[in-house]
């Protein structure tokens, strides 16, 4: 306490101050509580101040030091904090608050930018003399011109032949929302237009692209109009299969977008990529290069882009990547004065902007708007000068800061329009702002208004609902907008404006289900936090909604988007309690999206709660993919007898759940597992039975039953009949697939190995290799691997199938696939050995025999075999010939003649290097005798080669 004019006690204070976000709310009482950490941090500040001090956190010193002068910083231990710093406040820099004052328009030509574009014309440019696509992907962080330059672009080469989506700051799940855009706007579509309408002009447009071909026309209109969200996969595609929707809407696109750039160059403007989902990147890669057409794919991306997709482009044939570096202090310097068009601001206020904005653009302006906003500088006479009272320039040290702080400078009507508006995103019309204020329409003036302080432009794009449409000027603004929102109101402008796009778009609602699911959930998940008792009926409509939209994404193969919207919707599950099916769903959905797309497996144990949930919830169509997704561990296990109880469940469920693909998928599984324990006859008759389903039934997934029919076949030495299905199974894979192309480049890679003909293998089984890495399909990856080293090792090339089998034997360790790791382990040691690495081939060879099955009888001989050539590398020729002889002994009551001969084949080589012909005679006579099948002949004459060697040692 202190005496003032000694008439009694005065209370000396003690301040904290602290900045970040809380958490505000009533508990309908007069009294608020304010939570959160920020909120525990100020209380901390408070308590370290001295009696009289005001002290303050790291970012409200950083947000505030322009116009507070600030001691020395001191450390204190904060409870439940740790250490922290604090900054003791000294005194104010000005006297009063700025006065607020009007925006004028700033406006500057292109600056520093000249290569940049003129990258982009001659880019443009060549899309007619090569009649391909050009993939450019334009870099820079937030404010650095990525828009302004594709606008200066279009100036120059014309608007009419340009189209452009904008990718939403959702997170995941809204996956080919800009390709809906881009279709829209290339039929004339309006986002209120009625759906039979927008259907007919999507239609009309293919038709017109497709002169002279309304079959084609048709098939092409009725794949877009499902990737534009106009019509549901299984309205429009009956015909196409869930696992093969992506591949076919993919194509769908390629064809409609290659006949409506033909003739003349189509831009295509991807913005914001950095926030696309893994689905729509996979997209445009496959156009850049897949696609036979002009079209300049203009992609805009953070720089962080390339940390999430780092090999972004790498595929396409024609790629070009500008990076918008920042401006240098002369072009900075150039752009503050084209900016003012007149200015006598002194040299250290310019030498200030230029070192803080660091060359960003956004910054540069923002930064003199802020100066005129707060005056410190100003028009006097027709030119710009600082107030002779400004001792120092201040900045804020984030663009955050500046555009709160110009926000906080509005009118308040015009920040709550702002505010409500950033809840429908950066773009959005009249009809959203009036649904958001529960129908009351904007007030032009406080649109004017926004307009005038460069907050909004009035734009010339579709958005959702009708009437004019406005955009923010930068993200940013936005982002900063939507964070002054009390979570409260959040919540409640989410739920509305969830419910107005489900309203307003009635049978079309399906089109963005992610959009209006996300809205849903933000709703609950904001009530929740603030335990509003709100939040439980909003609880069931986000899980609703979150469920339908995974569905969708299900439904069009999307794993990236469903994985997510599943995941999304077991947070809400675990709160609302809800129902088995519901739970079954959800759990088995995330397994399968995350065992297709990791390259570690799902583990048993995660795979089995989600096989009991579902068996709990049965019938249903996820149970019988579980349980067959679960057969690896079985396999793995060697246990015949468990396997065969859950593909004989996995048949039942399926065939209670109506599924006629799954019951195919079942009865494959069933023939498949008698393979696995040598039994090739039952094999071959259980897949015939297979078969007759797939014909019966009409199901689309049977080409992998006729393929092994082919493998039953050579088992037996009738390569005529394994070349019969072979064909037939790659004749039936979906045309137009990236998936099944690389399926069929394998299988005829693999064909011509199985026909002795491994210059034919290499190339199609290195493309089908390369189609799978670019798909991120870890497990075919490695297979495809495994059969292009075998055609390099035949090929005596063992340095690169030494690479190739390392990352295969990497990626199925690492997935725990050990049925194949003894097949490509004993393959690498094989390598090793022809490259004279012997200590490596024996690691290899012992690691394949370490986990090899005791009924996987093709790798126990491999492994065998591998040893063998190990062993006499090093000179133990007894313990070498051990291992050939058993390699036999395994194969000769398999019924697998093929293999049998490729072993004798081993063995007789062997024998030749010990000058044994006449028993090496006896191993090649046997191999030769089997391949009697008139398309063996490349076989026999490598045989035939042989034996002519045995005549040679005999002699």
């Known amino acids: 306490m202190i005496w003032i004019d000694g008439e009694g ?341 310019r030498s200030d902007v230029i070192s803080r904005a660091e060359g960003n653009p956004l910054y540069v302006e923002e930064f003199l708007r802020m100066l005129m906003e707060t005056g410190r500088i100003e028009k006097r006479d027709g030119r710009w000068i600082a107030n002779a009272s400004m001792a120092s320039v201040e900045i804020p040290p984030t663009l955050q800061g500046l555009i709160t702080a110009r926000l906080d400078r509005v009118e308040p009507e015009v920040k709550a329009l702002l505010q409500r508006a950033s809840l429908a995103g950066r773009l959005f019309s009249t009809d959203a702002l009036t649904a958001l204020a529960e129908g009351a329409k904007p007030d032009p003036s406080l649109l004017r208004d926004a307009i005038r302080r460069d907050l909004l432009v009035e734009a010339d794009e579709r958005a959702l609902g009708s009437g004019r449409v406005f955009r923010f000027k930068h993200v940013l603004i936005r982002d900063v907008a939507y964070s002054t929102v009390p979570k409260a109101e959040r919540s409640r402008l989410h739920d509305r404006y969830g419910r107005w796009l489900e309203t307003s778009l009635g049978d079309r609602r399906h089109e963005i289900a992610d959009i209006i699911a996300f809205h849903a959930e933000q709703a609950f998940l904001l009530a929740r936090e603030l335990g509003g008792s709100s939040s439980a009926g909003l609880s069931r409509r986000a899980l609703d909604l979150l469920l339908s939209a995974g569905r969708s994404a299900h439904d069009r193969a999307d794993a990236h988007a469903a994985a997510n919207l599943y995941t999304r919707a077991k947070v809400v599950a675990d709160v609302i309690g809800a129902t088995p099916l519901e739970v079954a769903e959800i759990a088995g959905r995330i397994a399968l999206s995350r065992d297709e797309l990791q390259t570690e497996r799902v583990s048993r144990e995660d795979l089995m709660r989600a096989i009991d949930l579902a068996r709990a919830a049965a019938p249903n169509p996820v149970l019988p993919e579980l349980l067959i997704r679960s057969l690896t561990f079985e396999r793995q296990a060697d246990d015949d007898e468990g396997a065969r109880a859950t593909i004989e469940e996995a048949l039942a469920t399926a065939r209670a759940a109506g599924d006629p693909e799954q019951i195919a998928e079942a009865l494959f599984q069933r023939a498949f597992q008698r393979y696995w324990i040598n039994d090739i006859d039952a094999m071959y008759a259980l897949l015939l039975e297979g078969q007759e389903f797939v014909r019966s039934a009409n199901v689309k997934r049977g080409g992998y039953i006729l393929y092994w029919l082919g493998k039953a076949a050579i088992y037996r030495g009738d390569l005529a009949a394994y070349a019969r299905f072979v064909e037939e199974a790659i004749a039936a894979l979906p045309k137009g697939s990236k998936f099944y192309r690389a399926i069929g480049m394998w299988g005829s890679a693999g064909h011509a190995m199985d026909i002795g003909d491994p210059e034919r293998a290499l190339p199609d089984a290195e493309q089908a290799r390369d189609l799978f890495r670019e798909m991120g399909r870890p497990g075919f990856i490695a297979s495809a691997g495994w059969t292009m080293a075998e055609a390099l090792l035949e090929l005596g090339d063992p340095a690169r199938a030494r690479e190739v089998l390392s990352e295969a034997v990497d990626l199925f360790v690492r997935r725990g696939q050990r049925g194949q790791i003894p097949e490509v382990r004993a393959r690498l040691a094989r390598a090793l050995v022809m490259l004279g690495d012997l200590p490596a081939a024996r690691e290899q060879a012992e690691a394949a025999l370490a986990v090899v099955l005791r009924t996987d009888v093709e790798s126990r001989f491999i492994s065998e075999v591998a040893m063998g050539e190990v062993l006499d590398a090093e000179g133990d020729v007894a313990a070498a010939e051990a291992r050939f002889r058993e390699a036999i002994a395994i194969l000769e009551p398999s019924g697998l003649g093929n293999v049998l001969a490729v072993a004798r084949e081993h063995y007789a080589r062997f024998l030749l290097h010990r000058g044994r012909g006449d028993e090496a005679r006896a191993q090649l006579e046997k191999a030769r005798a089997f391949w009697h099948d008139p398309l063996a002949d490349r076989h026999r004459k490598r045989i035939d080669a042989l034996l002519a060697q045995t005549t040679a040692v005999k002699a």
């Open 9 to 349: 006690p005065a209370v000396r204070v003690r301040i904290g101050v602290n900045t970040g976000e809380a958490v505000t709310g009533s508990a309908g009482s007069a009294q608020f509580l304010v939570t959160g950490p920020a909120v525990n941090l100020a209380a901390r500040l408070q308590q370290a101040a001295a009696p009289g001090e005001i002290v303050v956190g790291d970012l409200t010193k950083r947000l505030t030091a322009g116009g507070v002068d600030y001691g020395a910083a001191r450390e204190i231990d904060a409870k439940g904090i740790g250490r922290i710093a604090v900054h003791p406040a000294e005194r104010i820099l000005t006297e009063t608050p700025e006065q607020h004052r009007g925006l004028p328009g700033l406006r500057a030509p292109l600056i520093g930018r000249d290569h940049e574009m003129r990258t982009l014309v001659q880019a443009h440019a060549g899309l007619v003399r090569s009649e391909r696509p050009h993939l450019v992907t334009i870099y820079g962080p937030a404010g650095s011109g990525k828009s302004r330059l594709t606008k200066e672009l279009l100036d120059v080469i014309g608007h009419e032949r340009a189209r452009s989506g904008r990718c939403l700051p959702y997170g995941e799940g809204i996956s080919y929302y800009p390709v809906q855009l881009i279709l829209r706007e290339d039929a004339g579509i309006g986002i209120s237009e009625p759906r039979d309408s927008a259907i007919e002009k999507l239609r009309a447009a293919a038709v017109t692209a497709f002169a002279g071909d309304l079959e084609e026309a048709e098939g092409v209109a009725r794949r877009v109009s499902v990737l534009a969200g106009l019509r549901r996969s299984d309205e429009a595609l009956p015909e196409v299969q869930p696992t093969e929707l992506r591949d076919e809407l993919t194509l769908g696109l390629q064809r409609y977008l290659e006949r409506r750039s033909a003739g003349s160059p189509l831009v295509l403007i991807f913005e914001d990529i950095h926030w696309a989902e893994p689905g729509l990147l996979d997209l445009i890669e496959g156009l850049a290069e897949w696609a036979r057409a002009p079209l300049l794919l203009l992609c805009l991306a953070r720089p962080d882009f390339r940390e999430v997709r780092p090999t972004w482009g790498s595929a396409a044939a024609n790629a070009t990547a500008i990076s918008l570096s920042p401006l240098n202090a002369d072009d900075t310097r150039r752009l503050i004065a084209e900016l003012l068009a007149i200015d006598d601001l002194s040299e250290q206020v």
